[in-house]
C-alpha cells in the first residue's frame, strides 16, 4: 500500500488554493473518503465502520481519533458535537465535517495514484504476491 | 446457584466500568464522554474496550512527548530543580532538628559562630527562598507539561517511592530509623507548596503580566538575600577563628550559582508572559550587581588584632615604620608588578589616597616583585604612584596571612587589623568601608 505521498499542485488554479505542500497519509486519505461520503451523518462510530466496510480492516479508536485530530489540526476536518443517544449511555458524539481545503487535498492525492498509476495494470499472480 | 452466578456477573460489570472509567480519566473530558459512547455503541466487550481505550491514550501520549515542552518540565524542573530543592527542603527541616538534639545532649556547644539570631535569619531566608522556589518549579512544571502532567506526577511518583523503598532497606541496617523517617517524609516546605503550584497551573493556567513579574521580582530579591545570608557562616568562621580561616569561604558569585539555576522556572514564567521579553532577561540580570553588595565588613572593634609591625625601605630610600602610623587609617596593599588583578586595584588606592589623604589615611604598597626596586621604580612612575611603596618579603607575606594576590588589609587609627581581602575589592565596598575607619577618632 501507500505509505505517504508529497500532495504538489501541478496546475495555476490549484496551486492558489495550495500555497503550502500537503502531506496526507493513506489513512488520513482513507478517513477523509468515509467522512465526505456519509456527509451530516458523519461521526467516530460511523466512520469507522465505513472504514472497516471498505477496507475490510480492522481500524482502532486509537488509529481514528488521532488521526482525526491531525487532520484537524491540519484544517482539513472540522469537528462538533453531537446529540447523545439512549445507545450510546447518554455520551455525545464526534460529529466530523470535511472543509474546502481537505476535499481539495483528497482530490489532489485522488489525482497523484491515478497519474502514478498511469499505464499500468496490477495482475494478482499467486497468493500474497503481485506483479504488474 | 443461579443467583451466585448473577452476582458475580454484576460484579465483573462493575468492576469493568470501574477499570474502563478510571482508564478513560486519562483523556481530555470531552473527548472521554466522546469515546466512552463510541465504545458504549459498539458493543465490544470490556476487554477489547480497554485494550482501545489503552491504544487512544498511547497514542495521545506520545504525539504529546513528541514536542520538547514535556521533557524541559519532566528533565529540568522535575529532575534537576525538583530534585535539588528536596534535598534542600529536607537538610532544612533537618537543620533545627540538629541543633535542637545537639543542644539537648551536649548543651550550647556548637560554635557555628552565629548568634541565635543569625542562625534563624540565615535558616528563615533559606527556608522561604525554598517555599517559592517549590511553588514556581511545581506551577512552571504543570504549565509546561500540560496535558502530560499527570504521567510526570506519576512518574515522579514512581521515583519517590523507589528511593524510599531504598532508605527503608537501608535503614533496616544502616542508619537508624528516626533520620529516615525525616528523609521519608515528603519535606512540607518543599512538597506542599509545588503542589499548590501545580494546582494553580492547572486551574487557572498562566498568570498575568503584572503576577509574573510581581513572582520574578520577589524571586531575585530572595536570591539576593539567601546569597547574602549564606555568606554569614563564612564571615562568623572569620570571626570566632581571629582571622586564622580567612578566604576559606566561596565568593559570592559561586554562591549565586546554585540559587540562579534553582530560580530558572520563574524567569522562564516572566519571559513567557512579558510583551517585552527583554524586561524580562533585564530584571534576572539586577540579581548580579543586587548580590554582589554580599559586602566584607569590618571585624568588630574588639575582636581586631594588632598588626603586625615591620620597617622596610620605600622607593625613595626613607625607611617606612608601619608603627609611626598609628593614628591614620592604613590601606596596605600587597602586590606585585606582574598580577593582572592588583593593576585593577592601584588606580583606585590611587584615587583613595587623593581623596582620603588629608582626613587621615594612609595608602601603603607592598610590592612582591622579586626584582625589587628596579622594575617597581619605573612602574611607579608610569602609574603616576604617589603613596609609598615598599618591597616585601616572604617573612612578611607569612605574618599577614597572604596567600593569594592582591591582598588588600585595613588597619584601623589603633593599628589593629579590621578588614584583610584577598582578590579584587568592591571598590564602592571598600571605599565605604574606608570612610567608616575615617569617622572613628582616637580618645586622646
Redesign the interface.
Known amino acids: 500500500m501507500l505509505a505517504s505521498v508529497f500532495i504538489l499542485p501541478l496546475d495555476k488554479k490549484a496551486f492558489q488554493y495550495h500555497n503550502v505542500v500537503i502531506m496526507l497519509g493513506e489513512f488520513e486519505y482513507l478517513l477523509l473518503t468515509s467522512a465526505a461520503r456519509l456527509g451530516e451523518d458523519a461521526y467516530?462510530?460511523a466512520i469507522?465502520l465505513d472504514i472497516e466496510n471498505s477496507t475490510g480492516r480492522s481500524c482502532?479508536?486509537?488509529?481514528l481519533?488521532?488521526t482525526l485530530?491531525r487532520l484537524e489540526a491540519k484544517g482539513l476536518v472540522k469537528s462538533s458535537?453531537g446529540d447523545?443517544?439512549p445507545?450510546?449511555?447518554?455520551?455525545?458524539?464526534?460529529m466530523v465535517r470535511v472543509t474546502a481545503q481537505g476535499m481539495q487535498a483528497a482530490a489532489a492525492f485522488y489525482d497523484t495514484v491515478l497519474r502514478a498509476s498511469r499505464g499500468i495494470a496490477w495482475k494478482t499472480w499467486k497468493k500474497g504476491f503481485v506483479r504488474p | 446457584m443461579e443467583d451466585m452466578e448473577e452476582r458475580f456477573r454484576s460484579a465483573m460489570s462493575r468492576l469493568r466500568g470501574f477499570l474502563l472509567d478510571g482508564l478513560s480519566r486519562l483523556l481530555e473530558p470531552d473527548t472521554k464522554d466522546i469515546v466512552i459512547g463510541d465504545l458504549a455503541e459498539l458493543n465490544l466487550g470490556s476487554l477489547r474496550s480497554a485494550r482501545e481505550l489503552c491504544g487512544l491514550i498511547v497514542r495521545q501520549q506520545v504525539g504529546l512527548w513528541s514536542v520538547w515542552r514535556p521533557w524541559l518540565a519532566l528533565l529540568c524542573i522535575a529532575g534537576v530543580v525538583g530534585i535539588r530543592l528536596n534535598f534542600l527542603a529536607s537538610s532544612l527541616m533537618g537543620t533545627p532538628w540538629r541543633n535542637l538534639s545537639t543542644y539537648l545532649k551536649y548543651g550550647p556547644l556548637r560554635k557555628s559562630g552565629l548568634t541565635a539570631m543569625e542562625e534563624i535569619i540565615v535558616w528563615l531566608s533559606l527556608a522561604v527562598a525554598v517555599v517559592l522556589w517549590s511553588w514556581t518549579a511545581g506551577f512552571a512544571c504543570t504549565s509546561l507539561s500540560r496535558k502530560t502532567a499527570p504521567v510526570t506526577g506519576t512518574l515522579l511518583c514512581i521515583v519517590w517511592l523507589c528511593w524510599s523503598g531504598f532508605l527503608v532497606a537501608r535503614a533496616l541496617f544502616v542508619v537508624p530509623w528516626f533520620y529516615v523517617l525525616l528523609w521519608l517524609i515528603p519535606s512540607p516546605l518543599f512538597f506542599l507548596p509545588a503542589v499548590l503550584g501545580a494546582r494553580r497551573a492547572f486551574r487557572a493556567g498562566d498568570l498575568s503580566i503584572q503576577q509574573a513579574m510581581g513572582l520574578l521580582v520577589v524571586t531575585v530579591c530572595l536570591i539576593a538575600l539567601v546569597t547574602w545570608t549564606s555568606g554569614w557562616p563564612q564571615a562568623a568562621l572569620e570571626r570566632w577563628s581571629e582571622g586564622v580561616m580567612h578566604g576559606g569561604g566561596m565568593p559570592w558569585y559561586r554562591r549565586l550559582l546554585p540559587y540562579l539555576l534553582l530560580s530558572w522556572p520563574a524567569a522562564w514564567i516572566a519571559a513567557n508572559n512579558a510583551r517585552h521579553r527583554s524586561i524580562a532577561v533585564l530584571l534576572v540580570l539586577t540579581v548580579l550587581p543586587v548580590a554582589a553588595q554580599s559586602p566584607d565588613a569590618l571585624t568588630p572593634q574588639p575582636q581586631r588584632k594588632e598588626a603586625p609591625d615591620f620597617t622596610l625601605t620605600d622607593a625613595t630610600g626613607h625607611a617606612l615604620t608601619l608603627s609611626a602610623y598609628k593614628g591614620k587609617v592604613v590601606l596596605l596593599d600587597f602586590w606585585a608588578t606582574w598580577c593582572g588583578g592588583c593593576k585593577v586595584e592601584i588606580p583606585w588606592y590611587v584615587e583613595f589616597d587623593k581623596k582620603y589623604r588629608h582626613k587621615g589615611l594612609a595608602v601603603i604598597g607592598v610590592s612582591m616583585d622579586e626584582k625589587g626596586m628596579a622594575i617597581v621604580k619605573p612602574f611607579l612612575a608610569q602609574r603616576k604612584i604617589e603613596y609609598p611603596v615598599v618591597i616585601g618579603n616572604d617573612g612578611l607575606a607569612n605574618q599577614y596571612n597572604m596567600t593569594s594576590m592582591p591582598l588588600t588589609l585595613l588597619i584601623d587609627r589603633d593599628g589593629r587589623v579590621a578588614l584583610s581581602h584577598a582578590g579584587v575589592v568592591d571598590k564602592d565596598n571598600f571605599e565605604s568601608n574606608v570612610r567608616t575607619l575615617l569617622r572613628y577618632r582616637r580618645p586622646k
Do not use: L
Request: net charge positive; aromatic share 4%; charged share 35%.
Open positions: 467516530g462510530v469507522r482502532s479508536i486509537g488509529a481519533y488521532t485530530d458535537v447523545a443517544t445507545r450510546r449511555g447518554g455520551r455525545p458524539k464526534r
